[in-house]
């Protein structure tokens, strides 16, 4: 297998004073952070993509949205949530919806809320929501002061520190990797990704596979750098 990786480091994202800015080139990155993320890109891109446990089932996006009213009453009924604690589903890779969803039925991610909505649900079902909500287009927010700090973290990482660059895993664009069931990030909530990487560090979240990364990543984040990530990520798109 061949692999091209092309690192055009042109993501863009609005700000409440110039909304559209865009950026041509990324300073270079440290040796070391320039190996991490070609690494990590490198396992992730050869992860085979598995949706559904059983191979004969694939999702339905048009059966997808009648089974979707029961989510709409969180994250409205195009996936784009209004309460910013509540993840925009909108845009989102069918695959890492589809686990997630299974997650929550284990209890392998636990959230009382969501425990509920799933408890009845078939792996067809997940399956036929995954589909649905992939297809909507998420609204992108608007980054807050700290965005540029965040960029910095988001891009370059903290060498000091040895945070990695959020890149190597979710892209420059945030649009993650589908196949690594590696999630887009491009304009969530700020509130709800700042939750995430707390629950991450704290250990109320407990990651499997390859977001396995994300709690040791978590644990040498200091709750502003969070902030500042998860501020750029609002408006990244």
């Not at 997940?126 to 909500?133: E, G, H, I, R, T």
């Not at 649009?175 to 939750?195: E, F, V």
Request: aromatic share 8%; net charge positive.
């Amino acid at each position: 297998s061949f692999f091209i990786l092309v690192f055009a480091w042109n993501d863009r994202v609005k700000t409440p004073i110039q909304k559209f800015k865009r950026y041509c080139f990324q300073p270079l990155m440290d040796n070391w952070m320039k190996k991490l993320t070609l690494v990590l890109c490198i396992l992730t891109l050869g992860s085979p993509t598995v949706i559904a446990a059983s191979a004969n089932l694939t999702g339905d996006a048009t059966i997808g949205k009648t089974k979707s009213a029961i989510c709409a009453a969180c994250h409205n009924a195009d996936g784009n949530s209004i309460n910013p604690l509540w993840p925009k589903l909108a845009g989102q890779h069918a695959s890492y919806i589809a686990q997630q969803l299974k997650n929550f039925q284990s209890k392998t991610r636990n959230d009382p809320n969501m425990l509920p909505m799933v408890a009845s649900l078939t792996e067809q079902d997940m399956l036929n929501l995954a589909a649905y909500f992939e297809n909507q287009t998420i609204k992108i927010g608007l980054a807050g002061q700290e965005w540029e700090w965040g960029q910095k973290i988001y891009r370059g990482g903290n060498e000091d520190t040895g945070v990695p660059a959020c890149t190597a895993c979710h892209g420059p664009q945030g649009k993650g990797n589908p196949a690594a069931k590696y999630p887009a990030i491009n304009g969530q909530h700020l509130d709800y990704t700042l939750k995430q990487l707390m629950d991450y560090k704290s250990g109320a979240r407990k990651p499997e596979g390859n977001a396995d990364i994300m709690r040791e990543i978590a644990l040498k984040m200091s709750e502003d750098e969070m902030k500042a990530v998860a501020d750029y990520m609002q408006g990244l798109y």
